[in-house]
């Protein structure tokens, strides 16, 4: 019986939670900020470090156009074309009849 009452409750808080009808936030918007968010907070952190030499001074200004440059996201790999090789379905040997 209580697994009964667990299930009932459980199943009654994810319908509290996750009702029909109720519009869910767009998650590339929040990942587009949550990434924009985190770069700034990197980039102030390496900006606050005090270099004394070139290396140190080469690799902050390296790191911080990695953030700053993001390269664009090409098209995943099934979502591109396939080139044909060979024909298909291959021709049948002379031999063969």
């Known amino acids: 019986m209580f697994v009964v009452v667990r299930s009932v409750f459980w199943l009654a808080l994810a319908y509290?939670?996750?009702?029909?009808?109720v519009d869910l936030p767009d998650a590339n918007a929040l990942n587009a900020q949550a990434m924009a968010a985190g770069s700034q907070f990197v980039s102030e952190q390496i900006d606050k470090i005090e270099c004394?030499?070139?290396?140190?001074?080469?690799g902050r200004m390296v790191v911080t156009a990695a953030l700053l440059?993001?390269?664009p996201v090409g098209?995943?790999?099934?979502?591109?074309?396939?080139?044909?090789?060979?024909?298909?379905?291959?021709?049948?040997?002379?031999?063969?009849?």
């Open 69 to 71: 440059s993001s390269p």
């Open 16 to 21: 509290m939670v996750i009702r029909p009808g």
């Open 52 to 58: 004394a030499d070139l290396a140190c001074s080469a």
């Open 75 to 97: 098209l995943p790999m099934h979502e591109m074309p396939t080139k044909s090789l060979a024909p298909i379905p291959r021709p049948r040997p002379d031999w063969a009849g």
